[in-house]
């Protein structure tokens, strides 16, 4: 069963998106978007990269196909060093991705999502990949959805509070007991990944847009010692 992720861990069907946005363009200077509630594509990460392919057999835990099916919470005994990191103010992805936010809602509540388009001519696996942005703080809802087959989606997830309406996100990707088929995202083809909570000022879909780092797991390493260094947490699916 396809899942969703909330803040609760728990899981039942798919949202879709936005927060005001002003004017935005392309990285590099391109068009201003005509929809407020949706910003233009930006581009980052290199046309040519290697990614490490996973064996094994689904539900093969002992796999590396199963790497990231299963986690575990990496409490931190004091402050988040996300705090003290510079804001990314710059879209950057170590795969060639294209980015933009979708927003759909009202003052009060709404779904944004990051979508995602694998603009390379190779297939990337998203297993295990980690998204790290800023958003209004106090989102209950977030999840993983895609062009093409996937399945049983598993998260690694943590939210920051900065203290001025916004916080910090970390997300790990995994999946289960599927196919390494239903891991990957061909060339051209897109994922989303959507949260939901309330608007605010303090942040526009652009600046979410430019805060995302994208770190694709690349060396079947799970990405682990990223979400160990920000102390997330692993959901239920």
């Not at 919470?73 to 933009?100: K, R």
């Not at 900065?162 to 239903?182: I, Q």
């Not at 942040?203 to 430019?210: G, M």
Request: glycine share 10%.
């Amino acid at each position: 069963m396809r899942a969703k992720f909330t803040g609760f861990g728990v899981a039942a069907g798919l949202g879709t998106v936005a927060l005001l946005a002003g004017l935005a363009t392309f990285a590099g200077g391109g068009t201003a978007s005509a929809d407020p509630d949706t910003t233009t594509a930006v581009s980052s990460g290199p046309a040519v990269w290697t990614q490490a392919t996973a064996t094994g057999r689904p539900s093969d835990y002992s796999s590396s196909l199963e790497r990231c099916a299963n986690g575990a919470d990496h409490p931190l005994s004091g402050a988040n060093p996300v705090l003290s990191e510079p804001l990314t103010t710059q879209f950057s992805s170590n795969v060639g991705l294209s980015e933009h936010v979708t927003f759909s809602g009202s003052q009060w509540y709404g779904n944004w999502n990051f979508v995602f388009t694998n603009t390379s001519s190779q297939t990337l696996s998203t297993d295990c990949a980690v998204l790290v942005f800023r958003a209004p703080s106090g989102s209950d809802d977030h999840s993983y959805s895609a062009t093409q087959a996937y399945g049983h989606p598993q998260q690694d997830y943590l939210e920051v509070p900065r203290g001025d309406g916004t916080s910090f996100y970390v997300a790990r990707l995994g999946f289960h007991d599927v196919t390494l088929a239903e891991r990957q995202i061909a060339p051209g083809q897109s994922f989303t990944y959507t949260f939901g909570g309330v608007p605010s000022p303090a942040i526009s879909n652009d600046r979410i847009r430019d805060s995302l780092r994208f770190t694709a797991d690349l060396d079947l390493k799970a990405n682990e010692a990223l979400i160990e260094h920000y102390g997330t947490a692993r959901l239920t699916n």
